[in-house]
Nanobody
């Protein structure tokens, strides 16, 4: 079983920055991809950014140039540096992990961390 622990959300003014962290723990798993998704009130959950074990990244068009995803493989941790935040970035941000475990690729989700961008 894999557990994800997120941190770093909060309230920030437009133009500000936040850094989200997500640490994976457990046993007998091999991480393939880690990423961040978000869900705003009344909207579907959407991809924000992902990063593979080899370091390849993928970003939603809405965050390109403002957000940076990175990972520390030794710590099984993924980060999301969010700069120049806008009110439309307000959402619950969820960490996602795709890992090989027990003979299958499995998807795991964190509990979510709230990000509010408001003046």
């Amino acid at each position: 079983q894999v557990q994800l622990m997120e941190s770093g959300g909060g309230l920030v003014q437009p133009g500000g920055s936040l850094r989200l962290s997500c640490a994976a723990s457990g046993s007998d798993f091999s991480i393939h991809t880690m990423g961040w998704y978000r869900q705003a009130p009344g909207k579907q959950r959407e991809l924000v950014a992902t990063i593979t074990s080899g370091g390849s990244t993928n970003y939603a068009d809405s965050v390109k140039g403002r957000f940076t995803i990175s990972r520390d493989n030794a710590k099984n941790t993924v980060y999301l540096q969010m700069n120049n935040l806008k009110p439309e970035d307000t959402a619950v941000y969820y960490c996602n992990l795709v890992a090989w475990s027990g003979g299958y690729y499995r998807s795991y989700w964190g509990q979510g961390t709230q990000v509010i961008v408001a003046s």
